[in-house]
T-cell receptor, first 117, second 114 residues
Framework: KAGVTQTPRYLIKTRGQQVTLSCSPISGHRSVSWYQQTPGQGLQFLFEYFSETQRNKGNFPGRFSGRQFSNSRSEMNVSTLELGDSALYLC????????????????FGEGSRLTVL | SQQGEEDPQALSIQEGENATMNCSYKTSINNLQWYRQNSGRGLVHLILIRSNEREKHSGRLRVTLDTSKKSSSLLITASRAADTASYFCAPRLDRGSTLGRLYFGRGTQLTVWP
């Protein structure tokens, strides 16, 4: 079974631009969450999606947005990029069992490393 | 704060030695999970221990949980150079409504020297 796939793996943008990152979860996983990892702040939760609906959101400005498609694939977008948005963006999927229960563990992709110049 | 806090921040040992990392948290949990991250890569789930469990083993890994002290420990026995990575604990606070949200700490950077 293929793992979580994130594209692109590396990208360089300049301030003011926008970026879209993509995540394909493990087949059968309907929950997708996104995290930002920086040396200064560590791993910070961005948002999570289930059944195309945002179920939870972290403390990030509105420049950070996301969506989930009917096939559970997810994208996140960052508009008006700032230098501080340089980070490793990690996507994770999880298996949602019967009655919406979560089995607990997250399966992470390799991340998209964004550099903002 | 709802996140786990790992201790020590850094640990350096020789191959063959055991490595112990600790995690403390502040709220009631449903379970606690440990993850490993090799430099610049994604996180890999290692082990999950539920709040009603006290100890769990997986290969060379042994995890303990003390809910009265709100703490957990991860023991890696007979460490190898390939165990060099950052290790994170993540308390899960409820039974599923938060789905993919885990509260990661800053991690313990383990270095295993050949």
């Amino acid at each position: 079974k293929a793992g979580v796939t994130q594209t692109p793996r590396y990208l360089i943008k300049t301030r003011g631009q926008q970026v879209t990152l993509s995540c394909s979860p493990i087949s059968g996983h309907r929950s997708v969450s996104w995290y930002q990892q920086t040396p200064g702040q560590g791993l910070q939760f961005l948002f999570e999606y289930f059944s195309e609906t945002q179920r939870n959101k972290g403390n990030f400005p509105g420049r950070f947005s996301g969506r989930q498609f009917s096939n559970s694939r997810s994208e996140m977008n960052v508009s008006t990029l700032e230098l501080g948005d340089s980070a490793l963006y990690l996507c994770a999927s999880s298996l949602v069992g019967l009655a919406g229960a979560n089995t607990g563990e997250l399966f992470f992709g390799e991340g998209s490393r964004l550099t903002v110049l | 704060s709802q996140q786990g806090e790992e201790d020590p921040q850094a640990l350096s040992i020789q191959e063959g030695e055991n490595a112990t990392m600790n995690c403390s948290y502040k709220t009631s949990i449903n379970n606690l999970q440990w993850y490993r991250q090799n430099s610049g890569r994604g996180l890999v789930h290692l082990i999950l221990i539920r709040s009603n469990e006290r100890e769990k083993h997986s290969g060379r890994l042994r995890v303990t949980l003390d809910t009265s002290k709100k703490s957990s420990s991860l023991l890696i026995t007979a460490s190898r150079a390939a165990d060099t990575a950052s290790y994170f604990c993540a308390p899960r606070l409820d039974r599923g409504s938060t789905l993919g949200r885990l509260y990661f700490g800053r991690g313990t950077q383990l270095t295993v020297w050949p």
